[in-house]
């Protein structure tokens, strides 16, 4: 089950269920079915928090990926900075709906594997990206 939670933040709006559907048909592609995944959205304050905690790292992020999937699931909490999101998106001159859905597929896509730790890795997650945003 995909829930969408907010801490500490106004919800974004979204379409959830269109959403889901779109996380489970990425997932598909990659040959995960869909666990239990939640999305937190929340402010770059309550992001540091969490990467302070968790992770040990004392800087802003767009997203935190826990994952706790198997190999044929993908589960996990996914924090999503709503903040970063919106600067994000206005570096990059795209709308901030358009950079939520980067940033949500983004988590999912580290949950099937995929990484972004090296130049070459992350040019792979962009492609992979934007991929899975044109069938969105």
């Not at 699931?73 to 970063?84: A, E, K, N, R, Y």
Request: charged fraction near 25%.
């Amino acid at each position: 089950m995909i829930h969408f939670t907010a801490e500490h933040i106004d919800m974004p709006a979204l379409d959830q269920a269109r959403i889901s559907r779109w996380i489970r048909a990425v997932a598909a592609e990659y040959g995960f079915g869909v666990g239990n995944l939640n999305y937190i959205f929340c402010s770059d304050e309550h992001e540091l928090e969490v990467n302070r905690s968790f992770l040990g790292h004392d800087y802003y992020t767009d997203v935190i990926t826990f994952d706790y999937s198997t190999p044929s699931v993908i589960s996990g909490d996914i924090f999503i900075s709503l903040d970063t999101v919106r600067s994000n998106a206005e570096q990059v001159g795209a709308g901030f709906e358009d950079e939520l859905r980067r940033i949500i597929i983004h988590g999912a896509l580290h949950l099937t594997g995929q990484g972004d730790k090296t130049p070459e890795t992350k040019a792979q997650m962009t492609d992979k990206e934007n991929r899975a945003l044109g069938i969105y």
